[in-house]
């Protein structure tokens, strides 16, 4: 076997008795849960180049599925893996209450003219 090839087996053999150790995962079941989720994050559904945290519930250890780093170290903790504040993030992105209130209204020209 080559360098390059011992390297990369030895690598992903590593990851995977990792990711058994800390989360539990037999071998194989990461790769089968990332082809599961289509390969990409399972919140934001974007590819990645680097490979996918095991995200997990902090208080039971329940593995919840495999997201990006954004996802899993900014979205989710800011929002203390709470799935109320989630839906009412997502409910004020589709409604926001000041264009609700005041109509639309740009602070700055950024939108994109239409040719039509």
């Known amino acids: 076997m080559c360098s390059t090839c011992r390297k990369e087996t030895r690598r ?9 150790a800390t989360y539990g995962l037999e071998p194989g079941e990461f790769q089968a849960l990332m082809e ?5 994050c399972a ?15 902090h208080k039971t250890g329940l593995v919840r599925g495999l997201t990006c780093r954004l996802c899993n170290r900014r979205i989710l903790p800011g929002a203390k893996d709470n799935p ?7 409910a004020y992105l589709e409604h926001p209450p000041a264009v609700q209130f005041l109509g ?11 040719d039509e």
């Open 104 to 114: 639309l209204r740009y602070h700055m020209d950024t939108r994109e003219v239409s």
């Open 84 to 90: 109320e504040t989630l839906r009412s993030a997502a």
């Open 43 to 57: 919140i934001c559904r974007q590819p990645r180049q680097y490979r996918l945290d095991v995200d997990h519930d």
């Open 36 to 40: 599961y989720q289509g390969g990409v």
């Open 12 to 20: 992903a053999s590593s990851h995977e008795a990792r990711v058994t």
